[in-house]
């Protein structure tokens, strides 16, 4: 089963920053809106921030609104999330997928560590 690869995960203080990717394998980004999700210990899985197939429209979760920023390269098959002023509540696994996301699509995340 071919699924995304999600990199850039790790650990950092509160106030940091973080620069997620998500590389395509096996599907292609282009052509369809995709989006960032993340899961915390005990929560289920919410997403963060969508990007329609051209970049033109974008869309936040309330609570990382002016801290992250989706973007994505269509020609590298590629998708990105800056992640700045990063808080503890930030702590999750990040998944990267379709939008809506395809059940068989999923990757195995990055993990994002916050400490305080």
């Known amino acids: 089963q071919v699924t995304p690869v999600e990199s850039g995960g790790g650990l950092v203080q509160a106030g940091g920053s973080l620069r997620l990717s998500c590389a395509a394998s096996?599907?292609?980004?282009?052509?369809?809106?995709m989006a960032w999700f993340r899961q915390a210990p005990g929560k289920e899985r919410e997403i963060v921030a969508q990007?329609?197939?051209?970049?033109?429209?974008?869309n936040y979760t309330d609570s990382v609104k002016g801290r992250f920023t989706i973007s994505r390269d269509n020609a590298k098959n590629t998708m990105y999330l800056q992640m700045n002023s990063l808080k503890p509540e930030d702590t999750a696994v990040y998944y990267c997928?379709?939008?809506?996301?395809?059940?068989?699509?999923w990757g195995q995340g990055t993990q994002v560590t916050v400490s305080s």
């Open positions: 997928n379709r939008d809506p996301p395809q059940n068989d699509y």
């Open positions: 096996g599907r292609t980004f282009g052509g369809y809106r």
């Open positions: 990007i329609a197939w051209n970049s033109v429209w974008k």
